[in-house]
């Protein structure tokens, strides 16, 4: 109970409502809000790193930034989709480099993949971060 008591200070859960005797009554998000930060603080986070990340999921989980995340979601998914058709080109490249002169194809394979490559990286770095 005190480590409720504590969170509630600390900011990382609010009660729903308090009674008229001054107790505090949490909702169900509360549990959940509970058992992340149990989760997260068994893999060593720590309370303001936990505080961090539970603010962000608030964040994302608001109506209007879920449906931001939603697109974006199925932005990247589409990205993803194109990329595996990309690798999918470079399968005979690579068969072709295993079988001829590795110098001449060589330079057909490492210019057909830089712009896999590249794409993937782009993709990458705009992808939301992990839920």
């Known amino acids: 109970m005190r480590t409720i008591d ?4 600390i900011g990382l859960l609010s ?10 009554y949490y909702g169900d998000d509360a ?3 509970l058992r992340w930060i149990e989760r997260l603080k ?10 961090e990340w ?10 209007g930034n879920l449906r931001n995340l ?13 990329a595996k058709k990309e690798l999918a080109k470079l399968t005979p490249a690579l068969s072709h480099l295993q079988s001829q ?12 993949a830089m712009s896999t490559l590249q794409g993937m990286l782009v993709l990458l770095s705009n992808s ?3 839920v």
């Open 15 to 24: 009660p729903v409502r308090r009674s008229p005797s001054n107790y505090r």
């Open 42 to 51: 068994a893999e060593k986070y720590t309370l303001e790193e936990i505080r």
């Open 6 to 9: 504590y969170y509630t200070q």
């Open 101 to 112: 002169d590795h110098g001449h194809a060589a330079k057909q394979f490492a210019a057909r």
């Open 31 to 33: 549990l959940i809000r």
């Open 54 to 63: 539970l603010n962000e999921m608030d964040h994302l989980l608001q109506e």
């Open 70 to 82: 939603a697109q974006r979601m199925e932005e990247v998914l589409a990205s993803l989709e194109q």
């Open 128 to 130: 939301p971060p992990p």
